[in-house]
């Protein structure tokens, strides 16, 4: 009888270090998913980012560009990635993602998604655009490699500045 009370006490402290071990691996687990989500969050900058975000996102700004219509750009560069970054009214209106070789479909997804979470639509080849109820447009050149996010706004500044250059009123 003796020998039957021993094997249940070591089966019930058996089954108490298991259950203590599959806590651990659980907790581990979910601090491992908490800590992959809030590094996903820091890797891309958003439509809508201010400056000091954009900063805690990449890093140092590696230059400032100006373009011929005098649009200024911030360039940055992480995860392989070179990210143009423009602003208006101090918020991200545009930003575009570009490598040395094609962004393909599950990138392509996951960099729209960071800017403007939810329904995207758009077609394909040849011409690569998307949009979302959100009022942001992305395009893709292949040719160009890179990914082009912007407020649907910054498409109608972009419009009226080339039709203003069209008609000679430029800056």
């Known amino acids: 009888m003796a020998d039957i009370c021993h094997t249940r006490?070591?089966?019930k402290t058996e089954r108490i270090r298991s259950c203590r071990g599959s806590i651990r691996s659980s907790v581990a687990f979910w601090w491992v998913a908490v800590l992959w989500v809030a590094l996903c969050d820091l890797s891309g900058a958003r439509i809508g980012d201010t400056l000091d975000q954009v900063l805690k996102r990449y890093g140092r700004c590696l230059k400032t560009v100006t373009t011929d219509n005098g649009k200024v750009y911030k360039l940055f560069s992480k995860s392989g990635f070179k990210i143009l970054v423009h602003f208006y009214e101090n918020k991200v209106d545009e930003i575009s993602y570009g490598k040395d070789t094609d962004i393909f479909d599950d990138d392509l997804k996951a960099l729209m998604q960071d800017n403007a979470p939810g329904q995207w639509v758009g077609s394909g080849w040849?011409?690569?655009?998307?949009?979302?109820?959100?009022?942001i447009s992305a395009r893709y050149s292949f040719e160009h490699r890179f990914l082009m996010i912007m407020t649907d706004a910054a498409l109608e500044r972009e419009k009226r500045g080339s039709q203003d250059a069209l008609n000679g009123h430029g800056r």
């Open 126 to 135: 040849p011409a690569y655009r998307w949009h979302n109820p959100s009022g």
């Open 9 to 11: 006490t070591g089966l």
